[in-house]
């Protein structure tokens, strides 16, 4: 009589979530290691120095640092748009919409700092590749998501009619996103008390009354 296929063993559930978590620590090392030394620069036996393993250790987890940093950057903007779009679902005035916009991209730069500092270092070069495309899909709907809610401002009367619309755009986003050279997570403010310090200067200015 044949005797039955031994079954596998199971997994312990220790097992079963090691791996996950242990890919969005090694995720987490390559963006420190991609936003400080440059994507060009660091290799996949830089990144796995840093994760104290060997590198034939790192492609058990990743095929390719190409592999790594084009899941870094999808789940920045996966995160970002997932918090816009909930802004611009709530249907507020613009005034509110462009505040709660620039919360959110404060909250972006506390939980992604690195993400956000290889997208602006790299995002040039990068959406030239076919693979990175997304990352020009992404430019183009976030400059149409900030020009319409300053346009939709002026419309109503909310921010001025001199304004270069276009030009306030790029002072603004600009004045937000460089933030991710200096800010460090757990400091002093909390990425909401940024936020309306900076939005206190951009729409109030800083001179005295």
Same mark, same amino acid.
Do not use: C
């Given at each position: ?13 220790s097992t079963t979530t090691a791996a996950p978590e242990r890919r969005g620590e090694l995720l987490h090392t390559a963006a420190e290691v991609f936003a400080e030394q440059g994507y060009n ?10 994760? *104290?393993? !060997? $590198?034939? #250790? ?10 790594? /940093? &084009? ?61 990175? *495309?997304? !990352? $020009?899909? #992404? ?10 809610? /300053? &346009? ?38 909390s990425p909401e008390e940024i936020a309306r310090q900076y939005l206190t200067m951009v729409l109030d200015g800083i001179a005295a009354r």
């Amino acid at each position: 009589m044949p005797t039955k296929p031994a079954k596998p063993p199971k997994k312990s559930p220790s097992t079963t979530t090691a791996a996950p978590e242990r890919r969005g620590e090694l995720l987490h090392t390559a963006a420190e290691v991609f936003a400080e030394q440059g994507y060009n620069a660091t290799t996949v036996r830089k990144i796995a120095d840093h994760a *104290g393993m !060997l $590198a034939g #250790s790192l492609y058990y987890h990743f095929d390719s640092k190409e592999s790594m /940093l &084009e899941e870094i950057l999808r789940t920045f903007l996966d995160e970002l748009w997932s918090g816009y779009d909930t802004v611009l679902d709530a249907d507020l005035g613009p005034r509110q919409t462009l505040e709660a916009l620039v919360t959110e991209s404060f909250r972006e730069i506390d939980r992604h700092r690195s993400a956000v500092a290889i997208y602006q270092r790299e995002a040039r070069a990068l959406v030239a590749q076919e693979r990175f *495309g997304f !990352l $020009a899909d #992404s430019q183009r709907r976030f400059e149409r998501t900030w020009l319409t809610t /300053l &346009e939709r401002g002026v419309a109503d009367g909310v921010f001025r009619t001199d304004l270069d619309i276009r030009l306030t755009y790029r002072f603004v986003r600009d004045t937000v996103w460089v933030a991710a050279s200096w800010y460090r997570p757990g400091g002093q403010h909390s990425p909401e008390e940024i936020a309306r310090q900076y939005l206190t200067m951009v729409l109030d200015g800083i001179a005295a009354r």
